[in-house]
């Protein structure tokens, strides 16, 4: 049998039954679909993660509160209540650090803001005039906060677009000049920042930006930091600077053992790395469970094929009478099997495409269509017609010709 004629005949026995194929690849274009669609949002999800970290700014070294639980651990629970990190140690580390290490003090709080009749619960965030350097902040209108204001604790504020939004209206352009009210305190606003879009890790679009000075004059009533970020020259001397600014911080807080710092210095390349192998796992964890599927429909093309087998016994047994041998009645089944998954690939990554678009189009979720994903789904959809192929081509081709021409 020539490869022409392997074909026509595979074309001809799917024909027959349409809606058995079709319904028979259906379970492999769900199972494929499936895999890539969740496979896209997985990988979409840690693009989206990613690229929001690194949005903070670049080579950054976060220095929180807290206790440590030992050396390279996760902070202990209840960090974000402890308040170890004062105006002192800011002094301590630009003393010590040079001017080569940029070093921004925050202090975070979150407040019922109040403006003409509106109202929004939102991140206020007390800093200085490196922030926008060093977290890439840019400025839409007006202007950011400024050495003066700081030094006179003046009562100003910049807005993030979606605190301008929240408050005025959507792109309202009269925000600069307008007064809103912080803890029953009166702040003018000065400028609003650029939109960086994203969400989580103190989404910069959702805060409010104030003078250091005033944060703590005003509305906590003390010279606490929430946090410190140090940017280093390059990606290179993070890890010595790291060493730095542990050291500075242990000698200032007088902590001879390091197990018992009240502080932690997270190097940013290390919460990129752990938010990648996060969300990793959970992609592998999604495609794992859109992969029970393209099982389930492997099933499905063996059940098919051995209904298929029973129904064209006769046929087969005259093939065998007329000189076919074992090889081309299971090269026969096989190719259809795989045929069918093939085709079933097809579709499903066609579906599964659409899929992710309609994920990202309309509940706003980024997804990622990757060339792996889709080289792997018709890897698996050729192997999955093989394994579940095989057996009812084995048995068609075992079939005795005298039996198979008796069979009623």
Do not use: C
């Not at 220095?63 to 202990?76: A, D, H, N, T």
């Not at 099933?299 to 041998?325: D, S």
């Not at 066609?350 to 994903?373: C, D, E, M």
């Amino acid at each position: 049998m020539t490869i022409t004629d392997l074909f026509e005949e595979t074309r001809l026995a799917l024909l027959a039954n349409k809606v058995r194929s079709g319904l028979t690849t259906l379970g492999i274009v769900i199972g494929i679909g499936s895999v890539i669609a969740m496979i896209a949002i997985g990988q979409g999800s840690q693009s989206m993660i990613q690229a929001n970290i690194e949005s903070l700014g670049s080579n950054l070294l976060m220095i929180m509160p807290g206790r440590q639980r030992g050396v390279g651990m996760q902070v202990s629970q209840g960090r974000g209540l402890s308040q170890t990190l004062t105006n002192a140690d800011v002094s301590a580390l630009n003393q010590e650090l040079g001017d080569s290490v940029v070093v921004v003090p925050e202090l975070s709080g979150r407040y019922q803001i109040n403006a003409k009749g509106t109202n929004t619960n939102t991140s206020v965030d007390g800093t200085t005039v490196d922030y926008v350097s060093v977290r890439n902040v840019e400025i839409a209108s007006g202007s950011f906060i400024s050495e003066q204001n700081i030094a006179s604790l003046a009562k100003v504020a910049v807005l993030g677009p979606t605190v301008r939004d929240d408050l005025f209206g959507v792109d309202y352009d009269g925000a600069i000049g307008q007064t809103i009210r912080i803890k029953n305190i009166n702040f003018k606003v000065i400028g609003v920042t650029k939109s960086k879009g994203g969400s989580g890790f103190s989404n910069q679009d959702d805060m409010i930006f104030v003078p250091i000075t005033t944060a703590q004059q005003f509305l906590t009533g003390s010279d606490k930091i929430s946090a410190i970020s140090a940017q280093a020259p390059d990606q290179k001397s993070m890890v010595v600077l790291q060493e730095q600014i542990t050291a500075i911080l242990l000698a200032k807080h007088n902590i001879a053992d390091a197990t018992m710092a009240d502080f932690s210095v997270l190097n940013q390349a290390d919460i990129v790395s752990a938010a990648s192998s996060v969300t990793n796992t959970f992609t592998i964890l999604l495609g794992s469970v859109a992969a029970i599927s393209l099982l389930v429909g492997g099933i499905g093309i063996m059940n098919m094929m051995l209904t298929t087998v029973t129904e064209r016994t006769k046929e087969i047994g005259l093939r065998k009478a007329l000189g076919a041998k074992r090889s081309d009645i299971s090269r026969q089944f096989l190719v259809e099997a795989v045929t069918l998954t093939f085709i079933g690939g097809i579709i499903g990554v066609i579906f599964g495409w659409l899929i992710a678009l309609g994920v990202y189009k309309f509940a706003g979720i980024t997804t990622r269509v990757s060339f792996l994903p889709v080289a792997l789904a018709f890897g698996v959809s050729a192997g999955i017609g093989v394994v579940f192929g095989y057996y009812p081509a084995a048995k068609a081709a075992k079939l005795n010709p005298i039996e198979a021409l008796r069979y009623e």
